[in-house]
């Protein structure tokens, strides 16, 4: 079975940084894109950033020039960097990822959630 777990969410002042970290892990032959979403309540699920497994990014208008999306395919970890953080930024943030796992072909997976608060 095939999971995403996600940490570095907490509180932070408006102007802050956070990095969120997801680690992916199971029986993986491959994974393609990854990214991270985000969620408010009574909201739909937005996209936030994506990357592909050779590292081209995509971000939504909201973020770019403050986030940066990486990843390390070797430790099957995908990272975003959050600089001078706003409190609209406030939400659940939701890693995803297009995985194959052994013996089945391509799945999209999400992780559990890491809230990030910002507020003063």
């Known amino acids: 079975q095939v999971q995403l777990v996600e940490s570095g969410g907490g509180l932070v002042q408006p102007g802050g940084s956070l990095r969120l970290s997801c680690a992916a892990s199971g029986s993986i032959v491959r994974l393609n894109d990854m990214g991270w979403y985000r969620q408010v309540p009574g909201k739909e699920r937005e996209l936030v950033a994506t990357?592909?497994?050779?590292?081209?990014?995509k971000y939504a208008d909201s973020v770019k020039g403050r986030f940066t999306c990486s990843r390390d395919n070797a430790k099957k970890m995908v990272y975003l960097q959050m600089n001078s953080l706003k409190p609209e930024d406030t939400a659940v943030y939701y890693c995803?990822?297009?995985?194959?796992?052994?013996?089945?072909?391509?799945?999209?997976?999400w992780g559990q959630g890491t809230l990030v608060t910002v507020s003063s």
């Open positions: 990357i592909t497994s050779v590292g081209s990014t």
């Open positions: 995803n990822a297009d995985v194959k796992p052994v013996g089945k072909g391509y799945v999209e997976v």
